[in-house]
C-alpha cells in the first residue's frame, strides 16, 4: 500500500475524520447524562480447596493438581449458574417484592401492578410451593392462572436478566469465590449476591451429602457381596485339602521330588559300583588264568580252599535271603559275619607262604570273591532302590490332579480376596472423604456500598473511538477499492514501467499550442504545461541522439485520453528548438515559413503515392486518413518501409499520432514504422484489467520508452 497516497487521502476526508467523532461524542453526552446511579455488592464464598489452615490431609495443598484445582473451581462456579439455583434465587426477589410491597426492590411492573390483593396472595403461595419443590422456571409455566415465567421476566428477575449484570469468578487463583451483582438499588444488589450464595451453599452441601450416602450404599452393598464371595471361595479350598488329605501340596511334592532324586542317585552309584567291580574281577580272572604273563599265576597251593568254597555258597544263600527277605537286618548280619569268615580263612592261607605264588594266587582268588560279593550287594541295592522309586513316583503322581485341583481353588480364593480387599478400600475411602468432604461457607456477606463511579465519560470515549474508527476504516476501503490512476508513482507502480513525464490539464476551452507559448499573461496553467513538455522534449532528444533515430510514435490506451494533442505539442516544442519537425496525424496547423501562422496541411496517403511533400519552415503536418483504414492496404511494407526513408532524410523529428491501442489492429501496423514510442494515459482514470494486455504489448515493443500522465491537476504537480 501506498502510505503517502493514503495519507493524502486521509487529509482529503480529515474534516469527516474529526466532525463524526465529536458529533458522535457530543449526543453520546446527552444520552448518558442523565444515567441512573448503579449499586455494586459482592460476596465471598471459601472452598477450602487451597487454603492449607482446612486442609485434613498434611501435605494436601502443597501436592494438589494445579489443573484439577482450577477444574473443581470451575465446576463450582458453573454449577452457581444452573437453571435451578438462578431459579431459586428468582422465586426470592419474586417474593420479597411481594410480601414487602413498600420495600420491594423494585415498581411493580404493569403485570403486577394489574393484580389485586388476593391475586397477589394466591401467587404468594404459589411462588412458596415452586420454591419449596426446588422447581426450574420455564416458558411452560405460563400456561398455569399466572403467567409465572413472564412475571418474573418483566420484573427483570429471570435468569437471562439477573446474569447480565452477575459476575461469578475466582480471583487471582485464591481459595474464594467472588459473587458480584450490579443494579439500580443498593439493597437489590446486596440481596441478590448474599442469597445466591446461601442458597448454593446450602444446596451444594444436600447434593454432595446426597450423592456420598449413595455411594456408600452401593459400595456396601457390593462390599457384602465381595466378601461373600471371598468366603466361599475359601471355604471351597479348605473343603478340597481336608477332602484329599492335603495340608501343603506344594511342600509335601516338594519332599517326594527330593526323595526321588536322591534314590535316581543312589541307585546311578550302585550301577557305576557294579560296572567297576565287573572290570576288576575280568582282570583278576586275566592273571589267574595266565594271559598276563605273571610268575605266580603257574604256582599250585597245598592248602584245601573247599572250607572257602563252602563259605561263599553260605554267603551267596545269605545275599538271597537278605534281598527275599526285604533286607532284615539278622540276614544282613550273618552276611557279615560269612564275609569275615571268608576274610580270616584266606588271610591264613596267604600268611603260610608269602613267596609262594600259590599263595600269591589264593589272595587273588580272595579278592575277586570280595569283588563278586560286593557286585551281589550292588545288584540286591538296586532291586531295592527300584522298588523304591516306584512307590515314591506313584505317590508323586497321585499328587498331580491335586496340585491342579487346588491351583484352581486357591487362584479364586486369591483373586476373591483381593476384589474384596479393593471393594473395601473404596469403601473406606468414601467414608474418609465423607467425613472430611469440601465444606462451603460464606466467608464475606455482601453489604450495601457507595454508588460506583459514573462510566458517562467511558461511553462518551468509545463512542468518538468507535465513530473514528469507522470512518478510519471507510476511508481506507475506498482507497483500497480505489484504482484510479492519479500520479506518475501510481501509474508507474501499475504499468511496471518508466514514466517520462506529466503534463497538467488546462481549462482554456480555446486552446491552441500559439495561445500557450505566447502566453503574456503569465497564465500558470500555460507556464507549467511549457515546462513540462520541456522536459518530456528533454527525454525524447536524449533517446534519438542515442541511437541516431528520428521516428517518434504516440499512442494510447483509449481514445480521448489527449494523445493527439500531446503529439502536436511535442511538434512545437521541437519546432521551437530549431528542429524540422513532421507530424502525421495530430491536432495543429501548420506554421507558415514566412510568419508563425499556421497554414493548410497535407494528406499522408498522398505523399504515399506521389512522394512529394512541401516542406515548411518549422512544422509539416501530414494529416491521416479519418477513416482508419489499414496501412498496408495502401502500401506494400517495403513501399511503406522507402517512404518513411525519404521522410528521414528530410525532416529532423519525425512524430505520429499513432491510432489508441483499443484499435490494435490499426495501431500495430503504424507502430511497426516507428523507431520510438510513447504511451500518453489520462490521470483520474481507473486502470481496468482488460487494459493489462494492451499494456504488456506496448512494453514489448523494442523502442518503447515510456509513459505520459496527461491532464494531471497543478496542484498534484511537484
Given amino acids: 500500500m501506498d502510505i503517502k497516497a493514503f495519507l493524502k487521502v486521509l487529509n482529503k476526508y480529515k474534516w469527516l475524520l474529526i466532525l463524526v467523532p465529536i458529533m458522535a461524542a457530543v449526543i453520546t453526552f446527552f444520552l448518558v447524562k442523565n444515567l441512573p446511579k448503579e449499586y455494586s455488592s459482592e460476596a465471598q464464598i471459601a472452598t477450602g480447596l487451597v487454603d492449607q489452615s482446612k486442609q485434613v490431609v498434611a501435605g494436601g495443598p502443597q501436592n494438589s493438581d494445579y489443573f484439577k484445582i482450577s477444574q473443581q473451581f470451575s465446576n463450582i462456579i458453573e454449577r452457581m449458574k444452573m437453571r435451578r439455583i438462578m431459579s431459586i434465587l428468582s422465586y426470592r426477589l419474586i417474593l420479597h417484592d411481594l410480601e414487602n410491597p413498600k420495600d420491594s426492590f423494585k415498581p411493580y411492573s404493569p403485570k403486577l401492578d394489574s393484580l389485586d390483593n388476593s391475586q397477589r396472595q394466591e401467587l404468594i403461595q404459589i411462588f412458596n410451593e415452586k420454591l419449596q419443590q426446588k422447581s426450574v422456571v420455564t416458558i411452560v409455566d405460563n400456561k398455569g392462572k399466572f403467567k409465572l415465567y413472564d412475571i418474573l421476566s418483566s420484573m427483570g428477575y429471570n435468569k437471562e436478566d439477573l446474569e447480565k449484570k452477575l459476575s461469578i469468578y475466582r480471583p487471582d487463583n485464591s481459595d474464594f469465590i467472588n459473587v458480584s451483582y450490579t443494579s439500580e438499588n443498593p439493597k437489590l444488589s446486596a440481596f441478590v449476591v448474599n442469597t445466591l450464595a446461601i442458597e448454593f451453599i446450602n444446596n ?80 583278576i580272572d586275566a592273571k589267574l588264568n595266565g594271559r598276563s604273563g605273571d610268575s605266580f599265576s603257574q604256582g599250585n597251593s597245598t592248602v584245601d580252599n573247599r572250607a572257602i568254597v563252602n563259605l561263599k555258597n553260605q554267603l551267596k544263600e545269605a545275599n538271597d535271603a537278605y534281598i527275599d527277605g526285604n533286607f532284615k537286618v539278622s540276614d544282613k548280619k550273618r552276611i557279615d559275619s560269612l564275609s569275615r569268615l571268608i576274610d580270616r580263612l584266606s588271610s591264613r592261607i596267604s600268611d603260610g607262604d608269602v613267596t609262594n605264588p600259590i599263595a600269591s594266587r589264593q589272595g587273588l582268588i580272595q579278592q575277586k570273591l570280595a569283588l563278586q560279593t560286593a557286585v551281589s550287594q550292588a545288584k540286591g541295592s538296586i532291586k531295592s532302590i527300584d522298588n523304591e522309586l516306584a512307590m515314591l513316583k506313584a505317590k508323586y503322581n497321585s499328587m498331580v490332579p491335586f496340585d491342579a485341583g487346588i491351583q484352581n481353588y486357591e487362584r479364586d480364593a486369591e483373586l476373591a480376596t483381593k476384589d474384596y480387599m479393593a471393594s473395601l478400600d473404596s469403601y473406606n475411602q468414601t467414608r474418609t472423604e465423607q467425613n472430611i468432604a469440601l465444606k462451603l461457607q460464606l466467608a464475606q456477606v455482601g453489604l450495601e456500598g457507595p454508588p460506583l463511579p459514573s462510566k458517562g465519560i467511558i461511553y462518551i470515549g468509545l463512542a468518538g473511538i468507535a ?252
Fill in 204 to 283: 451444594y452441601g444436600r447434593d454432595v451429602n446426597v450423592n456420598q450416602n449413595n455411594s456408600i450404599q452401593l459400595l456396601d452393598s457390593l462390599l457384602k457381596k465381595k466378601e461373600g464371595t471371598m468366603n466361599d471361595k475359601n471355604a471351597a479350598l479348605k473343603e478340597f485339602k481336608m477332602k484329599n488329605g492335603v495340608l501343603n501340596l506344594d511342600k509335601q511334592s516338594e519332599i517326594v521330588y527330593t526323595q526321588i532324586s536322591a534314590n535316581e542317585e543312589r541307585k546311578a552309584q550302585a550301577i557305576r559300583e557294579i560296572q567297576a567291580n565287573l572290570m576288576a574281577i575280568a582282570d
Fill in 467 to 718: 465513530s473514528f474508527f469507522i470512518c478510519f476504516v471507510a476511508v481506507l476501503i475506498i482507497f483500497l477499492l480505489d484504482n484510479t490512476i492519479r500520479d506518475s508513482r501510481q501509474l508507474e507502480a501499475a504499468t511496471n514501467s518508466r514514466v517520462l513525464g506529466s503534463l497538467n490539464y488546462m481549462h482554456d476551452a480555446d486552446l491552441s499550442m500559439r495561445n500557450v507559448w505566447n502566453d503574456n499573461r503569465n497564465n500558470p496553467e500555460y507556464t507549467a504545461y511549457r515546462d513540462l513538455l520541456r522536459s518530456l522534449r528533454f527525454e525524447i532528444s536524449n533517446a534519438f541522439e542515442s541511437d541516431d533515430t528520428k521516428i517518434l510514435g504516440v499512442t494510447s490506451l483509449n481514445d480521448k485520453e489527449g494523445k493527439s494533442f500531446i503529439a502536436s505539442s511535442l511538434a512545437y516544442s521541437f519546432a521551437m528548438i530549431g528542429k524540422k519537425v513532421l507530424l502525421i496525424g495530430g491536432e495543429t496547423e501548420v506554421v507558415k515559413s514566412n510568419s508563425k501562422e499556421l497554414s493548410l496541411s497535407q494528406d499522408f496517403e498522398t505523399f504515399l503515392v506521389k512522394r512529394q511533400i512541401q516542406t515548411e519552415d518549422l512544422i509539416t503536418v501530414l494529416n491521416k486518413n479519418d477513416n482508419n483504414s489499414s496501412l498496408l492496404e495502401m502500401q506494400n511494407a517495403k513501399n511503406l518501409r522507402a517512404g518513411f526513408e525519404v521522410l528521414r532524410n528530410e525532416f529532423d523529428v519525425i512524430i505520429i499520432d499513432v491510432n489508441s491501442l483499443r484499435d490494435i489492429n490499426i495501431a500495430k501496423e503504424w507502430l511497426l514504422f516507428t523507431e520510438k514510442n510513447i504511451a500518453v494515459f489520462e490521470s483520474g482514470k481507473p486502470l481496468e484489467d482488460r487494459d493489462r494486455e494492451l499494456i504488456d504489448y506496448i512494453k514489448g515493443q523494442p523502442g518503447f520508452l515510456g509513459w505520459v500522465l496527461n491532464k494531471i491537476q497543478l496542484k498534484k504537480i511537484k
